[in-house]
């Protein structure tokens, strides 16, 4: 199958600044890549839908402005956080389909966000 | 609007045993239907997947699961559960668009020697 690859795997930072994560289709090309939401035994929660070369669609409650999303190739989407907080330490997944009614989405193996 | 329910949040078998997660969904339209497995701190990966072609879809790892539309559920079976297994299971359904997923609750499954 094709190969999604999420950077980094983990990262912790202070309160107040901001995190950049990347989520890169390796052998295929990706109009569209999605961001998830894990919380600890929980489910994912889609977070928002990012388009290649406009802007990203947000799911509703999440805070456009503080999730920034930029997806300016077919092969990069990323996840800024901005002004971390401790709530949002979370496990952040991204995914990336071939496309098509019954695609098959191709996850990152997930980022450890720990705000501190 | 598509929805899956699992209906258990935790399961726990003896190795050797059969595994029978269960997954019901809500769809008003021919859903694409998937199983996905999660080890602890990982991502996801594809166990199996139905997209309206045989009702009974054989996955990796000897897993497989069956569309029932008179019972609008899709649950996965293991014959022989192994250790290995231990994991959290999730059912999910595609939406129209293709590629948005709904992520049932999940459900852990935990294997006994």
């Known amino acids: 199958g094709a190969v999604v690859s999420q950077h980094p795997s983990w990262v912790i930072c202070k309160s107040g600044t901001s995190v950049k994560i990347e989520c890169r289709s390796l052998?295929?090309?990706?109009?569209?890549m999605f961001w998830y939401r894990q919380f600890p035994k929980q489910s994912l929660m889609l977070m928002a839908t990012s388009n290649e070369g406009s802007k990203a669609t947000y799911e509703q409650g999440v805070e456009k402005d503080k999730f920034l999303i930029n997806h300016a190739s077919l092969t990069l989407s990323t996840l800024t956080v901005t002004s971390a907080h401790p709530e949002d330490s979370s496990f952040y997944i991204c995914s990336a389909g071939a496309g098509g009614i019954d695609t098959e989405a191709f996850f990152g193996q997930g980022t450890r966000l720990t705000v501190v | 609007a598509q929805s899956v329910t699992q209906l258990d949040s935790h399961v726990s078998v003896s190795e050797g045993t059969p595994v029978l997660l269960r997954c019901n969904y809500s769809s008003s339209y021919s859903p694409s239907l998937f199983w996905y497995v999660q080890h602890p701190n990982k991502g996801l990966q594809l166990l199996l997947k139905y997209t309206s072609a045989a009702t009974l879809v054989k996955g990796i790892n000897g897993f497989e699961a069956e569309f029932k539309k008179s019972e609008t559920s899709f649950h996965l079976t293991k014959p022989s559960a192994h250790m290995s297994d231990a994991a959290e299971y999730f059912c999910v359904v595609s939406d129209l668009g293709g590629g948005k997923l709904i992520f049932g609750q999940g459900t852990e499954l935990s294997v006994k020697p």
């Open positions: 052998d295929f090309q990706a109009t569209t």
